[in-house]
C-alpha cells in the first residue's frame, strides 16, 4: 500500500466519482482508514474539489460504467495532472469486474486505470 505522509499539518485528498453510491462508500472506508493513521484527509466528489494546493497526497477513484470512468472523474484528472503529478498518488476503480477475483479480472481493472492515466492532461 502507498505509504502518506505523517508529518504535521499534511493532509490527504480523497476523490471520487460514483453514480450509485458504492464508489462513494469505497471512498469514505479509503479516507477512515488514512485517518486511522493519524493524517488529515478530505473525501470529497471530484466535483466539489476547488484548489489542490492544500494536499500532499491523493486517492482517486471512480465507478466503470460501460468500460470507461464516469466523465467528470476523466475531467478531474487531465484538469489536475499538472498538480497530481508533483504528489503521490493512488488510483481505484470499482467495478463489476472484481466481483470475481482473478488475475484476469485485475487486469481488466488495471486495463480502465491505465486507459484514463495514459491519454494525459487536457489541452
Ligand atoms: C449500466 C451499467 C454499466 C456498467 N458497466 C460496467 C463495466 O463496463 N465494467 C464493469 O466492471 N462494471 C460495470 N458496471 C458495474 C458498476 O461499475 C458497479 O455497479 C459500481 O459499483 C457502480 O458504482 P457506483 O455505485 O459508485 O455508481 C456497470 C453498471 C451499470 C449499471
Given at each position: 500500500?502507498?505509504?502518506?505522509?505523517?508529518?504535521?499539518?499534511?493532509?490527504?485528498?480523497?476523490a471520487?466519482?460514483?453514480?450509485?453510491?458504492?464508489?462513494?462508500?469505497?471512498?469514505?472506508?479509503?479516507?477512515?482508514?488514512?485517518?486511522?493513521a493519524?493524517?488529515?484527509?478530505?473525501?470529497?466528489?471530484?466535483v466539489?474539489?476547488?484548489?489542490?494546493?492544500?494536499?500532499?497526497?491523493?486517492?482517486?477513484?471512480s465507478?466503470?460504467?460501460?468500460?470507461?470512468?464516469?466523465?467528470?472523474?476523466?475531467?478531474?484528472?487531465?484538469?489536475?495532472?499538472?498538480?497530481?503529478?508533483?504528489i503521490?498518488t493512488?488510483?481505484?476503480v470499482?467495478?463489476?469486474?472484481?466481483?470475481?477475483?482473478?488475475?484476469?479480472?485485475r487486469?481488466?481493472?488495471?486495463?480502465?486505470?491505465d486507459?484514463?492515466?495514459?491519454?494525459?492532461?487536457?489541452?
Amino acid at each position: 500500500m502507498t505509504q502518506f505522509p505523517r508529518q504535521p499539518n499534511q493532509r490527504v485528498l480523497v476523490a471520487y466519482a460514483s453514480e450509485f453510491g458504492s464508489t462513494a462508500a469505497v471512498a469514505a472506508v479509503i479516507g477512515q482508514v488514512i485517518r486511522e493513521a493519524g493524517v488529515e484527509v478530505d473525501v470529497r466528489s471530484v466535483v466539489d474539489v476547488q484548489h489542490m494546493s492544500t494536499y500532499q497526497a491523493a486517492v482517486v477513484g471512480s465507478a466503470i460504467y460501460n468500460g470507461q470512468w464516469l466523465p467528470e472523474a476523466v475531467h478531474f484528472v487531465r484538469h489536475h495532472a499538472a498538480e497530481l503529478s508533483l504528489i503521490p498518488t493512488a488510483y481505484f476503480v470499482v467495478c463489476a469486474t472484481m466481483s470475481e477475483a482473478s488475475d484476469e479480472r485485475r487486469r481488466g481493472a488495471h486495463s480502465f486505470v491505465d486507459a484514463v492515466l495514459e491519454t494525459g492532461p487536457a489541452l
